[in-house]
């Protein structure tokens, strides 16, 4: 079940994350060599860190591109279990050329960068809860320059070709039409606590994370998710065995149309992104459909 006040479970993470691409084999590479996933199953490919599960990428030859306007992906972000393993992750990415920014946000330190078919990835490292910037009203996320020639430094100083067994799906951002609905459907009705927010941007988490999953309006997209359109083809949030079937229920009393996945169930958000609720025993398995 969800908490007594409507609130997803404490301990709700981020799973894996789904693809729809036209390009396999260059999207596959990238993910295994630059960003330093294993390749854990196939048809479809799974990739993933430490036997867990990260990434899945579905082949569609014939899948058109993401339209211009649509709602949909803005990253997929990775966290690492330490500053030292971003150092790391640094040196492999710049190495091939594929650094696209890098930010502090106070909470975090952050690199950027985009997959062959224009996906967005971050790769990042928590600050100890100490640090993060707080006010009286909670937690704070920031955007500042991030010094990565101090980064670079602070890596382990051995050449590294994969990410740390520890690391996983620390959050999802998703382009969206209208923050105010969306921000409905995510807080209000599946059960996420806003943290921080903007006029033009939400970052919602279960428990006291920083964030587990960011909508902003930055880029006007204007029009829903396409199905079967490259990008985003679903996200998986776990919750702990037992309350997959609370989630449902608050769900379909909202008027949230839930179908049946496997073990747990899919849910489709305001802009038509496509999002599955999983028991945490069920999340594990590389080759689970």
């Known amino acids: 079940m969800t908490d007594a006040d409507g609130r997803l479970p404490e301990s709700?993470?981020?799973?894996?994350s789904v693809l729809t691409v036209a390009d396999?084999?260059?999207?596959?590479?990238?993910?295994?060599?630059?960003?330093?996933?294993?390749?854990?199953?196939?048809?479809?490919?799974?990739?993933?860190?430490?036997g867990t599960p990260l990434l899945e990428v579905r082949h569609d030859a014939d899948a058109r591109p993401r339209p211009r306007a649509a709602a949909g992906l803005f990253h997929n972000a990775f966290v690492l279990p330490d500053r030292a393993a971003l150092g790391d992750a640094l040196a492999r990415i710049r190495d091939r050329g594929a650094l696209s920014g890098a930010s502090d946000h106070g909470v975090s330190e952050a690199l950027y960068c985009r997959d062959p078919e224009g996906n967005g990835v971050e790769l990042y490292r928590d600050r100890p809860r100490e640090e993060w910037p707080r006010d009286d009203d909670g937690i704070r996320i920031g955007s500042w320059p991030l010094d990565v020639e101090a980064l670079a430094a602070d890596a382990d100083g051995e050449a590294s070709d994969r990410v740390p067994a520890r690391t996983r799906l620390g959050h999802v951002h998703l382009e969206v039409t209208a923050i105010d609905r969306a921000r409905e459907f995510y807080?209000?009705?599946?059960?996420f606590s806003v943290v921080d927010s903007s006029p033009s941007a939400v970052f919602l988490a279960a428990g006291d994370y920083h964030?587990?999953?960011?909508?902003?309006?930055?880029?006007?997209?204007?029009?829903?998710?396409?199905?079967?359109?490259?990008?985003?083809a679903w996200f998986e949030l776990v919750v702990p065995d037992g309350a997959v079937e609370g989630v449902r229920r608050r769900l379909d009393a909202a008027g949230a149309a839930t179908s049946t996945r496997g073990d747990g169930f899919e849910v489709v958000d305001p802009d038509g992104i496509r999002l599955r609720i999983v028991a945490e025993s069920e999340a594990g398995d590389p080759g689970k459909p």
Do not use: K, M
């Open 24 to 50: 396999e084999a260059s999207t596959i590479a990238f993910y295994r060599d630059v960003i330093g996933f294993d390749v854990l199953a196939r048809e479809p490919t799974v990739l993933g860190a430490g």
């Open 12 to 16: 709700t993470r981020p799973g894996r």
């Open 211 to 232: 964030h587990h999953l960011g909508l902003n309006a930055w880029n006007g997209r204007s029009g829903p998710a396409e199905s079967g359109a490259r990008g985003l």
């Open 187 to 191: 807080a209000e009705t599946l059960g």
